[in-house]
């Protein structure tokens, strides 16, 4: 066995990248490989594409974005639902609608809290979405796709 010196195989190696350079490079589809990984001469050959390397442009543009009008009719009813309850559990702990029992006032007021919020937080990335804001899109709100 002969070893072979840096020159030749750097030799080699340029002779190499040129042929692959020129587009001639044949790829190979196994067809069968018999005794033990040694190929045989029934081996297929096809030509390698040397423009578009298998990817095509449709592939990396975005759709266009999807809105949930669903989750947001939800966010809408929350939000004012909430809002009306905040507004009667102030108004009923300040006392300007009388109440007879006033420890029953306090659990309206944080209902109203407790719907509100996600209602608001639904909203806002709903708004930030549609006016295009960067970090914000429809896809942050749950869909409620049967």
Do not use: C, W
């Not at 030509?47 to 974005?65: C, H, M, N, T, W």
């Not at 939000?79 to 006392?95: E, H, N, Q, Y």
């Not at 509100?116 to 709100?141: E, M, T, V, W």
């Amino acid at each position: 066995m002969k070893s072979e010196s840096a020159v030749d195989i750097s030799r080699r190696l340029y002779s190499f990248l040129v042929f692959v350079q020129s587009g001639q490079i044949i790829m190979s589809t196994r067809s069968g490989m018999s005794n033990g990984g040694i190929s045989n001469n029934k081996v297929k050959y096809s030509r390698v594409a040397d423009s578009d390397e298998g990817y095509i442009d449709l592939q990396f543009k975005r759709s266009p974005p999807k809105v949930p009008y669903k989750a947001i009719a939800l966010a809408t009813f929350l939000f004012l639902v909430g809002s009306l309850l905040i507004i009667i559990g102030s108004l009923l702990l300040a006392g300007s609608i009388e109440v007879t029992h006033r420890d029953r006032t306090i659990p309206v007021l944080i209902i109203g809290i407790l719907i509100f919020l996600p209602g608001f937080y639904h909203l806002r990335i709903a708004y930030y979405a549609s006016k295009g804001y960067r970090g914000y899109s429809y896809d942050d709100i749950p869909d409620f796709d049967d």
